[in-house]
Antibody
Framework: EVQLVQSGAEVKKPGESLKISCKAS????????IGWVRQMPGKGLEWMTI????????RYSPSFQGQVTISADKSLSTAYLQWSSLKASDTAMYYC??????????????WGHGTMVTVSS | DIQMTQSPSSLSASVGDRVAITCRAS??????LNWYQQKPGKAPKLLIYGASSLQSGVPSRFSGSGSGTDFTLTISNLQPEDFATYYCQQSSRTPQTFGQGTRLDIK
């Protein structure tokens, strides 16, 4: 079964660092882009960033460039999203999702269950 | 960035109704338009990719149309499980932006 399993909910203080994970299974991790999508409480979906684990090529939305870092470990079939200094405004649900191939017009066809990040003093 | 504008923002309908949700791109995206369904507390689910292709396992009452800048998601014979929020997304260029969402409620 193709699936993405995300790490658990996090509660952090402003200024702290954080790295959340997304473990892929059931497909060739290195041959599909994988990305992160933010959903703030009660709000819509925001495309953040994607990575191609095969060569670590990355793309960022200008809204998130410099605010987060995406990475991937091929040996663990795991993608990561990290912050060096969290803000209260980073409080949100974060989904990882696999980007499909050209036949499916690069849609996000497989989604993780989400990781809730709460930043509060 | 390509801006995606959905309408309406919310919609009330009854079981058995046919509804349409539209999505407009700020520039042409060919058929690189996808539709997702999200239920409360759940991850989004891909319904339609490439503007009109049904994702495997999705009921045939869902259909998509359009190309260029204007797209439509149509749901025929609404079922109780269809009441959710729907998002369009363009995958033509990064960042692959989403529409603001359309909430479909039971009338």
């Amino acid at each position: 079964e193709v699936q993405l399993v995300q790490s658990g909910a996090e509660v952090k203080k402003p200024g702290e660092s954080l790295k959340i994970s997304c473990k892929a299974s059931g497909y060739s991790f290195t041959t599909y882009w994988i990305g992160w999508v933010r959903q703030m409480p009660g709000k819509g979906l925001e495309w953040m960033t994607i990575i191609y684990p095969g060569d670590s090529d990355t793309r960022y939305s200008p809204s998130f460039q410099g605010q987060v870092t995406i990475s991937a470990d091929k040996s663990l079939s795991t993608a990561y999203l990290q912050w060096s200094s969290l803000k209260a405004s980073d409080t949100a649900m974060y989904y990882c999702a696999r980007q499909s191939d050209t036949a499916r017009r690069y849609a996000f066809d497989i989604w993780g269950h989400g990781t809730m990040v709460t930043v509060s003093s | 960035d390509i801006q995606m504008t959905q309408s309406p923002s919310s919609l009330s309908a009854s079981v058995g109704d046919r509804v349409a949700i539209t999505c407009r791109a700020s520039q042409t995206i060919s058929s690189y338009l996808n539709w997702y369904q999200q239920k409360p507390g759940k991850a989004p689910k891909l319904l339609i990719y490439g503007a009109s292709s049904l994702q495997s396992g999705v009921p045939s009452r869902f259909s998509g149309s359009g190309s260029g800048t204007d797209f439509t998601l149509t749901i025929s014979n609404l079922q109780p499980e269809d009441f959710a929020t729907y998002y369009c997304q363009q995958s033509s260029r990064t960042p692959q932006t989403f529409g603001q969402g359309t909430r479909l409620d039971i009338k």
